[in-house]
């Protein structure tokens, strides 16, 4: 740690120079050179120290290149292997035409690997690259190596780029709060610009704030303190606030096909959950298939399986209507009974196909990653299925608005008789509504391969929450099921950090409960003669 310290003050003092052209000494670089190739460790640590001191322009290039093993020194020469296999020379950075003989990789041992971390921790603050910079000032941070202060002060002297001099600011100031010794006043200045920095790192570097500082310190740091606990408080808000909007839409599209089942058909579909799986598995059987021969389309994989997925939990659907549904209407319980049964024979079939073990569906690249705003993550997954069930729920509007079967199913829906007599065939408005249901649940499968496990037991995690939001929205309801699974989503989501996630679900069906015997029809309960008698 002692070679460490010394040389982040070598690092100061290359700093200095730096600022200095025409300092530098020609010498000294010549002789760490000649160290380099010496193969001794306690030459390779003198030959860092030298190239730091005389503010080597290749310093950087060649330490990071040490480290990674690409350093190749031996018969007077001292060459940098580039990843992509070009030789450099080391001197100058540039481009030799071949390798020179007689070349072997400079060897490391913990104490030179110990001195390459210290010296590209310091580097990292005058790196060209303004990322780079920002990258080594959170390093220091927090690292608060007080023997970084003269770097710091230099860097910040010369910096231009305004996301970096913050960066560097900030990291001089974590350093400033914690030395005792400097002056109150850049103290106070340092609390202040942690204040404006306003996350978890500011915070827990103003509490490591010594016990035992002025009282004109102490206020400085409860007032910074506070501050940044209420800036933090409304950050936390706005991420659950997102994660209910999350959960909301994966709740829509759970939900929306059962809602539109269940309002046209009455029929209570315990199998629901497991169209949802199929839809899941579908997305999984895709992407074995380009996997291993098309593996150039991975990235459209997900576009692939959305319409084969609506097509596979649709036909089944289908085939649960026409075998089994349309023998018990009017009979609800030995319906619920049947569906439960189908929805119990289908986990088992998938189980004997596929196994009980959880299967793996990828994210492609466009899904992958998340992006910051303050202190806010939104994941792309998250927010590629929002827009995707916003996507479904306007196509079935359009369908339920636009089309002759969204019409005829609006007029089942509201009189069935009537509808029967003026000449629309109800059974095939059935089976066409209980395929369409089924396939939207096979889309919610798509969407949920991405952020759940794919397994027989997918769909059950989402029965009892869709028939909430069915009940809770009103039946039939399409834009009562959006508000619904929204609402419900973001009070899920604002209750778990107090409630936890057990008792906030439990808070939430009794208030379902509560609501339900107020307005037994739900939110939006749907107009006609038949639905109102």
Known sequence: MRIVSCLLRMIALATLLALQPGVASAQGADEAFTRLGADSFSDTNRAIELLIVNAHPQAAAIIEA???????????????????????DARTGSALA?????????????????????ALGGLGLLNPDPAKRIS??????????????????????????????????????????????????????????LRERGDQD?????????????????????????????????WRAGQNLWYGLSLGSVLLLAAIGLAITFGVMGVINMAHGEMVMLGAYTTFIVQEVIRTRFPGLFDYSLLIAVPLA??????????????VIRFLYGRPLETLLATWGISLILQQAVRTAFGPTNREVGAPNFMSGAVEIGQLAITWNRLWIIVFAGLVFAALLAILKLTPIGLQMRAVTQNR?????????????????????????????????????????????????????????????????????????????????????????????????????KRPRGLFALKGRAVEA
């Open 136 to 193: 080594a000032a959170e390093a220091v941070f927090k690292s608060r190596d007080v023997a970084l202060l003269p770097v710091l002060e230099g860097a910040i002297a010369k910096e231009t780029d305004a996301k970096a001099k913050a960066a560097l600011r900030q990291a001089q100031a974590a350093i400033l709060v914690a030395k005792s010794d400097a002056p109150p006043f850049d103290r106070i200045a340092a609390i202040d610009v």
């Open 417 to 517: 008789r009537m509808a029967s007599a003026m000449g629309i065939r109800t059974g095939r408005v059935d089976a066409l509504t209980f395929g369409l249901g089924s396939g939207v649940a096979g889309l919610a499968g798509v969407a949920l391969s991405q952020i759940d496990n794919v397994s027989p037991n997918l769909g059950q995690s989402y029965i009892i929450d869709s028939f909430m939001v069915v009940v809770f929205g009103g039946v039939g309801n399409l834009w009562g099921t959006l508000i619904s699974a929204m609402t419900l989503g973001v009070a899920n989501k604002l209750l778990e950090p107090y409630a936890g996630a057990v008792l906030g679900k439990i808070a939430l069906l009794v208030f379902i409960i509560l609501f339900i015997q």
């Open 66 to 88: 040490l480290a990674a093993g690409r350093l190749l020194a031996g018969a007077g020469a001292v060459v940098i292997k580039t990843t992509d296999g070009k030789i450099l």
């Open 98 to 118: 071949a390798e020179p003989a007689g070349l072997a990789p400079v060897r490391l041992n913990n104490g030179v690997r110990r001195t390459i971390q210290g």
């Open 202 to 234: 500011a915070l827990a570097t103003l509490r490591s704030l010594p016990a035992d500082s002025s009282p004109a310190l102490k206020e400085a740091q409860g007032r910074a303190v506070s501050a940044i606990e209420g800036k933090l408080a409304l």
């Open 310 to 323: 609506f097509m596979v939990a649709g036909l089944v659907g289908i085939a649960i209507e026409r075998g």
